[in-house]
């Protein structure tokens, strides 16, 4: 996705804002940085329901998440079980779920309407993860504990992913438009790990700019007290928000802690982030 697209896609989503709420797909705009060649979106692009938002329990805190086509999203992109939002216990806690994958093993299948560009992007996500750290994503034979790649639209640039090991079939949505460090963005969820902005720590780091973010999207701001946090808080990983997440003017939504813009990172995996997966993986 090149900037001077960009923009015109800008343009376009708020005039369209004005005409229509039901028309907003994303006012999630990126400020690619390094990666200029796609637009860097997860699962943040459908239209606001505010008869969709719940609460439950997860890890024994209260959260507020969105019911959407029969699943519970967390975070924006992260999948939570039924299960796991009655288990009440700490089973799932995590930033870090406790709900690790046997032996780092992770069997995987892509749907047959993948298309052989998304195809491509998830062997090279693969090839990070299995090269990187201490997880293997290995193609499923018969394993009955597996994830499935699946098909999410032709027009879009979102995924989204079940959060940690769920035991039977589980899913990591990729639409046409995803960004292959999207792409291990939502691994990451598979693999347990939830947004690097939701730390306990993580006012010290960041300032977030709570006048700038869409009406009723605030919830997915709020810290996850329950999660565990591995390494120091890393600004550049591949599991932050980028700057302008949810933003209803284009103005960031996250900043640094001293008020300064950051640059996102979505070009892959940093050394913090391999630290963080191996530390749950050992
Ligand atoms: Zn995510």
Redesign the pocket.
Known sequence: MKKRFEKTFLSRMLTKRNLSISLIVALILTSCSKNNEEMMT??QTDAFNSANIKQGKLGGQVITYERKNGMNFF????VLSDKQLAEDNSANKGGATLSRWPNGKIYYTVASNMGSINANKITSAVNEYNTKTNTQWIPRTNQSNYVEFIFGSSSGYDGWAHIGYQGGKQNISLDQNISTASVI??M??TVGLY?EHCRKDRDQYVSIQWDNIQSGQAYNFNIYNSGTDIGPFNINSV?MYWPTSYSKNGLPTIKKADNTNFTYNRTGFTTGDINTINAMYP
């Open positions: 997860e699962a975070q924006g992109d992260i963005h939502e990451g969820h947004h599991m």
